[in-house]
């Protein structure tokens, strides 16, 4: 069992930069791939970010790929989202995911744990 607490959120304004941070509870986070997601107003849940279990490899969507960086800390049981030239369009709820994998995943049915989301507003 894993249990994930988001934290970081808040309002920025356009270009602007935010790092969330997950911390993650359970003597095994370190075997887990984790990641990142968003969920907009009217919108569906969408990939951002995530990253293997060792912290080796990471993957991201294109729609924040060079602006977000996605990384942890197997020793603090945490993982970060800095996230860099924000716009408006970024404005959601963030969530992380911890998937019982080694491998970074982009599905969202592969995660097993989420956090309860993180509030991000970024305003023009």
């Known amino acids: 069992q894993v249990q994930l607490v988001e934290s970081g959120g808040g309002l920025v304004q356009a270009g602007g930069s935010l790092r969330l941070s997950c911390a993650a509870s359970?003597?095994?986070?370190?075997?887990?791939?984790m990641g990142w997601f968003r969920q907009a107003p009217g919108k569906e849940r969408e990939f951002l970010a995530a990253?293997?279990?060792?912290?080796?490899?990471?993957t991201y969507a294109d729609s924040v790929k060079g602006r977000f960086t996605i990384s942890r800390d197997n020793a603090k049981n945490m993982v970060y989202l800095q996230m860099n030239s924000l716009k408006p369009e970024d404005t959601a709820v963030y969530y992380c995911?911890?998937?019982?994998?080694?491998?970074?995943?982009?599905?969202?049915?592969?995660?097993?744990?989420w956090g309860q989301g993180a509030q991000v507003t970024v305003s023009s």
């Open positions: 359970g003597r095994t986070f370190s075997s887990y791939a």
């Open positions: 990253v293997r279990w060792s912290g080796s490899t990471t």
């Open positions: 995911a911890a998937a019982r994998k080694y491998g970074p995943t982009v599905q969202d049915y592969e995660y097993d744990y």
